[in-house]
């Protein structure tokens, strides 16, 4: 019993895994919008060499830092439990980097130390984020072993611009002597005590580090930047009253959310909106021209099925490209308000081309749009890895698109091309018996291009119906 005891503490299972299954790939979609994986090994003050991923957008904006956001996994983790937090942070402009601490994962090390080495490692990555001319702010996320460990190193590191603290314990201790009660060992609590002195001293020999040192509560009154609290309401390995201590006595600006789940259930969305709301305020990503993002939505606004919920993009620009085309001869012929002019139509075939050019894609502005649009996703093997996290709102559709829905039956109708201008120009009486004969003779041509327009806009509609239900789910 109190080798388990010590192997909870310094060596539990440890994750094995194959980083090309399951983490994102090397170069991946989310939103529509192109990203890639970095990864790089760095070696920690004890030698040892620490896997690492940094999760970037491809190609990186020049001459605009981004912040950067390090995800500290718990102590049975690795770095695959950070693919969730890139779907959620990335679309921010927001760059995630992630790694096996010592003793986890892929990297070196035999033993973990509940975050007492493990800022260490931390301290290592964020000098490496410093260096780095592109990074601007960073943050922390971390979870469990990973929350202990970056209010450990924040403590030490003011120029952290905030941090997530999901599941945090205040003092090992006080939670080994919890989980005698909560495993039901029957032993009286002097033995416990004595059997704990045991532990302290195999761990000091073994992993090298004292853990009466691990106590949150000395730190947190030294810790004053701001900081987002979690805690599961039923978890029974690291109770919900850990965090409360160590709120009530963080000395930074501080928030704290409950909800449902043990300790490793899956976050719910609302916890995820929070978290993305609080890094977008510290870190306060650059707000980039969003044209590139809004060129769809200006153009095709198709309302509840956006873009990127995980449909083939290929197929649609090649559909919508069908429907400028079909569209634009039919529309140039009817009547137009006065209002349009040309200028509109000629910007969306412009606007349009460049969506497939090889230009940089422009950073979205939008503190959370990942919860506007699905992720790409094409690798099957994730799932085993992480939490769920199915990303993705229900959005109202624009007036926009309300109006077309009501003059037309079908939903997709508002993705035709812009009617160009006809400009009020005097009667002529001769022109317009033309202009009668005229129509009477391409009177069935004009027919052709609207059925063709129509059956485009039902096959754009099926393909966007079948994929508009992806969704993305990983069991613990």
């Not at 999760?55 to 049975?76: A, D, M, Q, R, W």
């Not at 931390?122 to 601007?136: A, D, F, T």
Request: glycine share 6%; charged share 25%; hydrophobic share 35%.
């Amino acid at each position: 019993m109190i080798e388990q005891f010590i192997n909870f503490v310094i060596r539990p299972p440890r994750a094995e895994y194959n980083p090309d299954q399951y983490l994102w790939e090397k170069e991946f979609t989310l939103a529509g919008r192109k990203y890639k994986r970095q990864d790089m090994e760095l070696r920690n003050g004890r030698g040892h060499t620490l896997q690492c991923s940094h999760y970037v957008p491809s190609p990186f904006p020049e001459n605009t830092p981004l912040p950067c956001v390090i995800y500290c996994h718990g102590n049975s983790g690795c770095r695959a439990d950070a693919n969730e937090a890139a779907v959620i942070l990335l679309p921010s402009n927001i760059t995630v980097f992630t790694l096996d601490f010592s003793g986890s994962g892929l990297s070196d090390g035999e033993y973990v130390s509940l975050g007492w080495h493990e800022k260490e490692d931390l301290k290592v990555v964020v000098s490496y984020l410093r260096s780095n001319k592109q990074i601007s702010r960073v943050g922390l996320w971390g979870r469990s072993m990973g929350a202990v460990t970056g209010l450990l190193y924040g403590a030490e590191d003011p120029s952290i611009a905030g941090m997530v603290l999901d599941s945090a314990f205040s003092n090992l201790f006080d939670l080994m002597m919890e989980l005698v009660d909560v495993y039901k060992i029957r032993l009286p609590k002097f033995t416990v005590k004595v059997a704990v002195q045991y532990m302290r001293w195999v761990i000091q020999k073994k992993a090298k580090f004292d853990i009466m040192d691990l106590n949150c509560m000395q730190v947190a009154p030294k810790t004053f930047f701001p900081a987002l609290f979690g805690h599961a309401k039923d978890d029974k390995f690291i109770q919900p009253h850990h965090s409360d201590l160590i709120f009530k006595s963080y000395a930074g600006d501080k928030n704290i959310i409950k909800f449902d789940g043990d300790h490793n259930s899956s976050r719910p969305q609302f916890y995820y909106d929070s978290v993305s709301i609080f890094f977008y305020n510290v870190l306060h990503p650059p707000q980039v021209s969003s044209a590139y993002s809004s060129k769809l939505e200006k153009y095709y606004d198709m309302g509840d099925l956006k873009v990127g919920a995980g449909m083939d993009e290929s197929l649609l620009y090649e559909i919508i490209a069908g429907l400028r085309t079909a569209g634009t001869d039919a529309a140039s012929s009817s009547s137009a308000p006065p209002s349009i002019t040309n200028t509109r139509s000629d910007s969306v075939i412009h606007e349009d081309s460049a969506l497939n050019d090889d230009e940089p894609s422009q950073l979205q502005d939008k503190p959370i749009g990942q919860n506007e649009e699905c992720c790409s996703y094409t690798s099957s093997n994730r799932e085993s890895w992480g939490r769920c996290s199915s990303l993705g709102s229900e959005d109202e559709p624009s007036a926009d698109c309300m109006a077309a829905n009501n003059s037309h039956q079908m939903t997709l109708e508002v993705l035709a091309t812009p009617m160009r201008n006809s400009q009020p120009k005097p009667s002529d009486p001769l022109k317009e018996e033309k202009k009668k004969k005229a129509s009477t003779v391409v009177k069935k041509p004009k027919r052709e291009k609207f059925e063709k327009l129509e059956a485009l806009s039902q096959r754009l509609r099926l393909c966007i119906l079948k994929r508009v239900n992806h969704r993305r789910h990983r069991s613990s």
